[in-house]
């Protein structure tokens, strides 16, 4: 199926995990990627995998200029047509154990690399005749999540943010839709024990941890055209944990 021929993605945050996912199933589905990412040896690398139909860029999501650079990639690859705000840390500390330089990280980077993001692509998605930006929040912008006060904080902040950009950006043809995943088996969440993994696994009614692509799908159908009129949705991609 050749459902993103002509379209080219950013994601942020694609060199491994998620991202990565996205980027390959995107290329298989006739897409071209940029994978920006702080990940210059494993970004290099799955791009190689990719082919002509991929090209990694240095990017960290804080700093304005290495999304200019990520977007002008993007252009010299025929245009700018989705981008996701896939890029993210978590460190996960309870309310007492978070001191502000923690705070402030995880803000500069899920949150203010999301707002710069958007920020940078509008024009060039403008001149590709609209597109679509996929904000990569979490469970834990839907509701508390245990011990991590930061993170919890900047992925309620996404889903806010997307609602926000939305309704600023449909007159311009652009989409905003947040996607809330539940754990999924990356390497983020190797800082979990394994009875912390334990935990997250009974809560889950569909019985089993996610994987990278069971998000990856959910995030090309909002990319594509099938989902031409959805704008400040929120989906739940987590087996069914929120509930
Ligand atoms: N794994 C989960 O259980 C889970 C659950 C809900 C939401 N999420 C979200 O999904 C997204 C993808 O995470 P993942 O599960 O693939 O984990 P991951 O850690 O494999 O991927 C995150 C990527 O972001 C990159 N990154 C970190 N800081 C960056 C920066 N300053 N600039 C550019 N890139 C940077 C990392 O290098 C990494 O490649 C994140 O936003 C994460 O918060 C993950």
């Known amino acids: 199926m050749a459902r993103f021929a002509g379209k080219v993605v950013l994601i942020s945050g694609g060199a491994r995990g998620q991202g990565a996912a996205e980027a390959r199933l995107l290329v298989a589905e006739g897409g071209r990627v940029v ?4 990940l210059e ?11 002509a139909a991929a090209r990694f860029v240095r990017q960290d999501v804080t700093r304005l200029e290495d999304w200019a650079a990520a977007v002008e990639a993007a252009e010299s690859m025929g245009g700018l047509h989705g981008m996701v705000n896939n890029a993210g840390i978590y460190v996960p500390k309870p309310l007492m154990q978070t001191d502000a ?9 899920n949150q203010l690399g999301c707002f710069l993001g958007m920020q940078a692509v509008v024009p060039a998605m403008e001149r590709a005749g609209g597109g679509s930006i996929v904000n990569i929040s979490s469970t834990a912008g839907l509701r508390g999540s245990p011990g991590a006060l930061a993170y919890c904080a900047t992925k309620w902040a996404l889903r806010g943010m997307t609602k926000a950009a939305a309704v600023d950006l449909a007159p311009r043809g652009i989409r905003v839709n947040s996607v809330h995943p539940g754990p999924i088996d990356t390497d983020m969440v ?34 594509s055209e099938e989902s031409a009129y959805m704008t400040g949705a929120e989906l739940s991609v987590d087996g069914g944990a929120s509930l």
Do not use: C, Y
């Open 35 to 38: 994978i920006g990412d702080v």
């Open 41 to 51: 040896a494993q970004g290099r690398a799955l791009a190689a995998e990719l082919g």
């Open 101 to 109: 330089e923690l705070f402030e990280r995880h803000m500069r980077v």
């Open 190 to 223: 190797k800082v979990w024990t394994n009875e912390q993994r334990a935990v997250r696994l009974s809560q889950i009614p569909i019985g089993r941890i996610g994987e990278a692509e069971d998000v990856a799908r959910v995030v090309l159908f909002l990319l």
